[in-house]
């Protein structure tokens, strides 16, 4: 189904007739082409919350929704309960993997690529543990991540998309940056990794995840910055321009990947929307996180460890940022 990566191969990039050629060919075919089209059909849009449609349903199965609950899980699909704690501010440096702007449709646009949590945050527990202020209420500095069954956790799967992602933003000219490289002892917490991408000016920020939901639970979807204005939060100037990088994203998420959107979050549109993370409350830049799919389902698990498919992933959200820079 829409799982099946046996979808026949589409252009990498549209680009002016030529999206539109390829688009109204994908759009009554597929539910790829429908949500590409959705994604890229609002440049400019800054009006009201567009919702993708629902998919087929062939393409979703009843969502039962249960929690994350598994030791370890991404805690971002998680809502712990709030409790005052004093705002921090470390100040240690992000990875320097700046590249020199280079020629290319995106040359003098800046990309900060967030890979979700840091191989080495399970040595440092007590360290991670420590709680941030992220506007309207505090939360942990950083989590370990979830991983596959057999071992593979969601900071390498984070950090290979992630080099894969910023090879093919390098490549249209960005000027991209990481949040972390694996080249830190842990972190950085989530109010670091937010002002790194407002200290770059960043045109763009993707935090890369995977999910730690049940089995069963398949597909991945896009984090949204909802409207927040508390304490040291105010996300009212990014909420439109997050809304149309994530739903670019999604759309060509789903043309890259043969990836279904979520069936478990957001109600099949690949998209979701919290008031909860650290990262997007604390971000003056346009931002969305992706979770890319669950690693805690063996069918999703067995793709998110193939290095072919996390080059399509990475494609597929390289392909929603250049369509948003381009606009
Ligand atoms: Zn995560």
Redesign the pocket.
Known sequence: MSYDDSQPPAPRRFRNSTLLIVLVALVPTCLAGWLVWQAMSGPGDSGPQKVLPLPTPAATSPATTPPATSPGS????SRPPSKSAPASAPSSSSADNKAPTGKGPLAGKVVVIDP??NPNNYNHGRDIARQVNIGNSSKECD?T??STNGGYT?ARF?LDVSHRLRTLLQAEGATVEFTQDENRSFGPCVDERARIGNKAKADAVVSV????SAAGNRGFHVILPASVHAGIADTRPIVASSHDLGVRIAGNFVRDTGSAPSNYIGGGTGLDTRSDLGGLNLSTVPKV?I?CGNMRDPKDAGLMTSASWRQKAAQGIADGIISFLHQ
């Open positions: 991404s805690p971002h699909t979700g949590h989590t991540g979830t969601e984070t995840h995977g999910d730690g996180f979770e």
